[in-house]
């Protein structure tokens, strides 16, 4: 099997409110969090400012609270900064898929084996 693409785990969680969370929200907080903007983190990721936006919005909707907060712009220019909630999700999720990679190497060697 060597030099062949090798199976990889995504993880994305499920919620009971029917949301999910998964690594394109994770990875537009991580940008909020280390540019200070929505927009900063948007074009970091390559994608619109309204995309980044509703990501934004979606993770607010499926915490039941915000996971950004937004400082409106004037001279200060603005800014977003995460909340308890946001930087709380962030290494949760980052914990928990550090977990499952840890694990993903041996279990889809198993499931996939062509033996």
Excluded at 14 to 38: F, H
Aim: charged share 25%.
């Amino acid at each position: 099997m060597t030099g062949e693409p090798t199976p990889r785990l995504s993880l994305r969680i499920d919620l009971p409110n029917g949301q999910r969370i998964g690594p394109g929200k994770i990875a537009v907080l991580e940008a909020v969090a280390e540019t200070g903007s929505i927009s900063a983190a948007a074009r970091k990721l390559g994608m619109s400012y309204r995309r980044a936006w509703l990501l934004v919005e979606a993770i607010g909707e499926a915490l039941e609270k915000p996971a950004v907060e937004t400082h409106t712009g004037g001279s200060s220019r603005g800014g977003a900064v995460l909340t308890d909630a946001g930087r709380a999700l962030v290494t949760g999720y980052r914990a928990l898929e550090a977990r499952c990679q840890a694990e993903a190497p041996d279990a889809l060697k198993d499931v996939f084996s062509n033996d």
